[in-house]
């Protein structure tokens, strides 16, 4: 197959490019900046930039099928990708898999991630929808500077369980839909096996590392200063503060078996993970 992949670069859409090549498939790996791409067989670099959502488009008429993900710090996914969607509707593409959010059918139709759903579901395109449930990696990446200097998870948590998943099941799961027919027109929530809350979080990182890790359940308002000090938009630390406050409330701890139903493997357990990258938190 031929297949397209938006946010090439990116923690998932990276590992959907390298399933994809291990699989023998031709991919078309979208990124703003192309030409700085690792050259490998069967892998051609193209143009895709959520600054200007209607370039490059036409890359979808060389492809079988295309992987689609909002990039992180933006909140408007429908601005950044409906003209995607529109050119896949017009070159008739075979199959388009949209990465959103646990929950996000629970959203408000014009809600930007709800609305790109909707628009997916009424394309008359073949589609899957995958919604990850939070990420083990947001402790090496969001998290990571609370970690590194004070050896805390500053998260407004409470003691609510997450059932978090690795972005290696997330990417495995876009690689098998795209490339199988068999789940046709269906979302899927995608969990890892076991839900923890943080402070069992900090516990098996401490395990994994060596050292004394701890979670602080620290305010919205505190958290969105850390946001906004790192860098993020206002209206992107809203929508985490929103994301946040509904993992509060229980609703990221359910665990559901669609990565196994779909690529017939179990997840990555928390202490799989932790021990695999113990080094990002060492420093």
Same mark, same amino acid.
């Given at each position: 197959?031929?297949v397209?992949?938006?946010g090439?670069?990116?923690?998932?859409?990276?590992?959907?490019?390298q399933?994809?090549?291990?699989?023998?498939?031709?991919?078309?790996?979208?990124?703003?900046?192309?030409?700085?791409?690792?050259?490998?067989?069967?892998?051609?670099? =193209?143009?895709?930039? /959520?600054?200007?959502?209607n370039?490059?488009?036409? *890359?979808?008429?060389?492809? +079988?099928? $295309? #992987?689609?993900?909002?990039?992180?710090?933006?909140?408007?996914?429908y601005?950044?990708?409906?003209?995607?969607?529109?050119?896949?509707?017009?070159?008739k593409?075979?199959?388009?898999?949209?990465?959103?959010a646990?929950?996000?059918?629970?959203?408000p139709?014009?809600?930007?991630?709800?609305?790109?759903?909707?628009?997916?579901?009424?394309?008359?395109?073949?589609?899957?929808?995958?919604?990850?449930?939070?990420?083990?990696?947001?402790?090496?990446?969001?998290?990571?500077?609370?970690?590194?200097?004070?050896?805390?998870?500053?998260?407004?948590?409470?003691?609510?369980?997450?059932?978090?998943?690795? =972005?290696?099941?997330? /990417?495995?799961?876009?690689?098998?839909?795209?490339? *199988?027919?068999?789940?046709? +027109?269906? $979302? #899927?929530?995608?969990t890892?096996?076991?839900?923890?809350?943080h402070?069992?979080?900090?516990?098996?990182?401490?395990?994994?590392?060596?050292l004394?890790?701890?979670?602080?359940?620290?305010?919205p308002?505190?958290?969105?200063?850390?946001l906004?000090?790192?860098?993020?938009?206002?209206?992107?630390?809203?929508?985490?503060?929103?994301?946040?406050?509904s993992?509060?409330?229980?609703?990221?701890?359910?665990?559901?078996?669609?990565?196994?139903?779909?690529?017939?493997?179990?997840?990555?357990?928390?202490?799989?993970?932790a021990?695999?990258?113990?080094?990002?938190?060492?420093?």
């Amino acid at each position: 197959m031929k297949v397209f992949v938006y946010g090439a670069n990116g923690s998932i859409g990276s590992k959907v490019v390298q399933g994809l090549l291990e699989k023998g498939h031709e991919v078309f790996a979208g990124t703003r900046e192309p030409e700085k791409g690792k050259q490998a067989t069967n892998l051609h670099w =193209v143009f895709a930039d /959520a600054q200007k959502p209607n370039e490059g488009v036409e *890359v979808l008429e060389k492809v +079988n099928a $295309a #992987f689609f993900i909002a990039p992180p710090g933006l909140t408007d996914q429908y601005a950044i990708l409906s003209p995607w969607l529109e050119k896949a509707k017009s070159v008739k593409l075979e199959k388009f898999v949209l990465n959103t959010a646990m929950g996000v059918e629970h959203a408000p139709p014009e809600a930007p991630f709800r609305k790109l759903e909707l628009a997916v579901e009424s394309s008359g395109l073949s589609y899957n929808i995958i919604r990850p449930n939070w990420f083990m990696q947001n402790f090496q990446t969001y998290w990571i500077g609370g970690i590194l200097k004070d050896k805390k998870i500053y998260f407004p948590g409470g003691d609510a369980k997450v059932s978090f998943i690795n =972005v290696e099941d997330i /990417a495995a799961t876009a690689v098998t839909l795209l490339t *199988v027919d068999t789940h046709k +027109n269906k $979302a #899927f929530a995608l969990t890892g096996k076991e839900a923890i809350n943080h402070t069992e979080v900090a516990a098996k990182l401490s395990n994994a590392t060596g050292l004394s890790i701890s979670y602080a359940d620290i305010t919205p308002e505190d958290f969105k200063k850390g946001l906004l000090s790192a860098g993020l938009p206002e209206d992107y630390a809203d929508f985490m503060n929103y994301i946040a406050a509904s993992l509060k409330q229980g609703n990221s701890a359910p665990i559901i078996d669609s990565v196994k139903q779909i690529t017939g493997k179990e997840p990555i357990s928390f202490d799989e993970y932790a021990s695999k990258n113990k080094a990002a938190w060492l420093g």
